[in-house]
């Protein structure tokens, strides 16, 4: 089975993390759900160029700096996960790929749905992204409780 490369970004702004919901048409996946940004690494381009460059394509932000989270692997999709802050209000972004975007809260992730203004009502988290972002939490929360922070994200309540 030949493996599909795709590069995601977790970005977080107080304590929130910004998700797409993703076009509702059925050739993609997860359609219709939320989930984080990025997309197809091209032939050869590495991880990281191939998510600054989806950042810039879908959403008109390119951030500081991008770090390398995870893999995570489902079926034939390899997930190459980055990380970064994001630095402007969400209102400076422009969505140009997706239904809608959204700082969602840990709450809302880890119920796996939340409401959308631009579909008006409430739609279900991508599993492999929710899962993502769950294990970046915890992780988080690990290195916190350690001492020494993964990530520059302002604590949010549990």
């Not at 999709?77 to 809260?105: C, I």
């Not at 009502?121 to 001492?147: C, P, S, T, W, Y």
């Amino acid at each position: 089975m030949t493996k599909i490369h795709v590069a995601i970004a977790i970005l977080y702004r107080d304590g929130k993390f910004l998700c797409q919901l993703r076009d509702d048409v059925p050739h993609i996946r997860y359609p219709g759900c939320w989930a984080l940004f990025g997309g197809h690494i091209e032939p050869g381009e590495t991880p990281e160029v191939a998510v600054v460059r989806e950042l810039a394509e879908e959403i008109s932000y390119v951030p500081a700096s991008v770090s390398f989270f995870c893999c995570d692997v489902e079926g034939d999709v390899v997930r190459h996960v980055f990380q970064a802050e994001l630095g402007v209000d969400v209102k400076d972004l422009v969505l140009l790929e997706g239904w809608d975007m959204k700082l969602l809260t840990r709450e809302e992730i880890r119920a796996g749905k939340c409401f959308s203004e631009q579909s008006g009502d409430v739609r279900l988290f991508g599993i492999a992204h929710q899962r993502i972002l769950l294990n970046f939490m915890e992780e988080g929360r690990r290195k916190k409780e350690e001492g020494s922070p993964l990530i520059s994200i302002p604590a949010a309540p549990e």
